[in-house]
């Protein structure tokens, strides 16, 4: 069965593929591939969309999820009545030890009542799935995971319809060794693990991670909150989320897939739902690609937003609140200074609204090229942020073409847009600071308002890419009163406006740190 991330996954390679073909129009080296990188027959996924052209980072285009996978029968089901010393099991495949109970065989259980110091084990040697349905289940654990697969084909954890369930641990359990098969989450499990289900499920991990998957981990439906000491959400393997709504608050990453085996680097994609996450360190944490499809993503709380070698933004809504970076991508290594650009690495934007706020770093970094051709962007960074530390709204190594879409970056220096993007863009340091509230407006020769922005906070540096903006034309730039007007609008009037100077679309004006160094030209002062 193709499932439903399967059509999304294609259909953002499909669009990232364009925006790489961009990248490399534009000068960039296009990424060699690694000679252990291996080779899929299946297509790759929208998040490592630049490795689909190079092949360097292989992941699977479907998961191993099916889109009814929260769907169940109770005929023939096996239930188990959680109580302390007193657990009932009625059914085959599933056998009690004290306050342990242990599933032995694909089939389907249901679990409802409560323990508060047990364990329900998954350990089934056979082909099939186990179809777990917590139907007001409450499970505690003070010496290890209170929900464990050590052994399964694949399992489904369905939340059943109406129900509030509850998955806790203390601070003395769960293992924090990632290289051995010691449980390190609340809710642990060593094989495949969808969640699905319209019913609740609330995570407390007190000794490490919240969920995880020493495999492919996807969440179809339900209402899932998770409180983790260290991260959140983790799928090794890769980290799916295709409905519901997720809350996580982490203190460490929010979601994480960390797979570093060569070919198959971790994968965090947003196909839909709503995802919520406030942060100890990244909100979005994959050693291979970050995509987000469709749905909502917020990270409110971060050290840095979204990070990963390759990140893909397609569609959806993502707001974005960093302390260092917004946006970051990167293969972990040094990037030489901040000139020499990585290769594989890669930020693609062609589709969907971003908003970043990046209060001591970048706003968008990538340590190779980036490219974008579609959607709505907005970045802020601190005014001042990169002072002594070259940090700034646009941080791009390689090259940066503009070919669609539209981009505001306020605050911070700035690397520049390729000189010969195709979308036209103005960037100015301006001579009078816009202060916080206050409009800022790009007007063209004719007097139209080709695009106006209200500044949340006082800056004096503006790139701005939008439709109407024509490369080597001259444009007013006019700050004042907002009048009651939000965000980013087109068209309109300059009256309460004044002109605080002019600039040639296209090229810099002011000084700074260098851009990438394809990246067209001189860096924007902040």
């Known amino acids: 069965m193709i499932s439903a991330s399967t059509l999304k996954l294609k259909l953002a390679t499909a669009l990232s593929v364009v925006a ?66 007193a657990t009932a099991i009625d059914g085959d495949g599933a056998t009690l030890d004290g306050n342990v109970v242990t599933v032995t065989k694909a089939g389907t259980y249901i679990v409802s009542g409560t323990l508060s110091d047990g364990q329900l084990v998954v350990n089934s040697t056979g082909d099939g ?51 051995t098969d010691a449980p390190t989450a609340t809710l642990f499990s060593m094989a495949d693990l969808t969640i699905a289900g319209s019913g609740a499920l609330k995570v407390t991990g007190l000794s490490n991670d919240g969920i995880a998957s020493k495999d492919g981990l996807v969440i179809l439906s339900g209402s899932i909150d998770v409180t983790a000491e260290d991260d959140g959400i983790r799928g090794k393997d890769y980290l799916v989320t295709e409905g519901g709504t997720v809350t996580v608050t982490a203190g460490g990453d929010g979601l994480k897939s960390d797979n570093d085996t060569a070919g198959e680097l971790g994968l965090v994609q947003i196909d839909d739902g709503s995802v919520s996450i406030a942060a100890g360190d990244d909100g979005v944490d994959a050693v291979g690609a970050v995509n987000v499809a469709d749905g909502k993503l917020t990270v409110s709380k971060s050290e840095e937003g979204l990070e990963g070698a390759q990140i893909t933004l397609s569609g959806g809504t ?62 802020e960074a601190a005014a001042g942020a990169g002072a002594g530390g070259g940090t700034g709204t646009l941080d791009v190594n390689g090259s940066f073409p503009i070919t669609g879409g539209t981009l505001v970056a306020l605050g911070g220096t700035s690397a520049a847009p390729a000189a010969d993007s195709s979308q036209g863009w103005v960037a100015a340091t301006l001579t009078t600071p816009a202060e916080a509230g206050q409009a800022v407006a790009v007007v063209s020769s004719s007097g139209t308002v080709v695009a106006r922005y209200v500044v949340p906070q006082t800056t004096t540096s503006l790139v701005v890419a939008a439709k109407g903006i024509t ?56």
């Open 318 to 379: 993502v707001d974005v609140t960093a302390n260092d970076d917004g946006v970051n991508a990167t293969n972990g290594e040094t990037a030489g200074g901040g000139e020499d650009a990585q290769e594989g690495v890669l930020l693609t934007i062609s589709g969907g609204s971003l908003h970043v706020t990046a209060a001591q770093g970048d706003g968008l970094d990538s340590n190779g090229s980036a490219a974008i051709s579609g959607g709505t962007t907005v970045v």
């Open 129 to 179: 799935k186990v179809v777990v349905v917590l139907k007001d289940a409450d499970i505690t654990s003070a010496s290890t995971s209170p929900v464990t697969v050590t052994a399964a084909d694949e399992v489904v954890v369905v939340l059943a319809d109406g129900s509030t369930n509850t998955l806790t641990d203390s601070a003395a359990s769960g293992g924090d060794d990632d290289e």
């Open 20 to 85: 790489l073909a961009g990248v490399t129009a534009c000068g960039a080296t296009s990424p060699t591939t690694p000679a252990d990188a291996g080779s899929s027959s299946a297509a790759t996924s929208a998040a490592s969309s630049a490795s689909v052209a190079a092949g360097s980072f292989v992941v699977p285009a479907d998961t191993h999820a099916d889109s009814n996978d929260g769907d169940y029968t109770t005929a023939g089901a096996t239930t188990i009545a959680l109580a302390d010393g």
């Open 471 to 526: 490369n080597g034309e001259s444009y007013d730039l006019y700050v004042g009163s907002a009048s009651g007007a939000t965000g980013f609008t087109t068209g309109g009037t300059v009256t309460g406006l004044t002109k605080v100077g002019a600039v040639t679309a296209g090229q810099y004006t002011g000084s700074g740190r260098g851009g990438g160094h394809n990246g067209g030209g001189r860096g924007l002062g902040g």
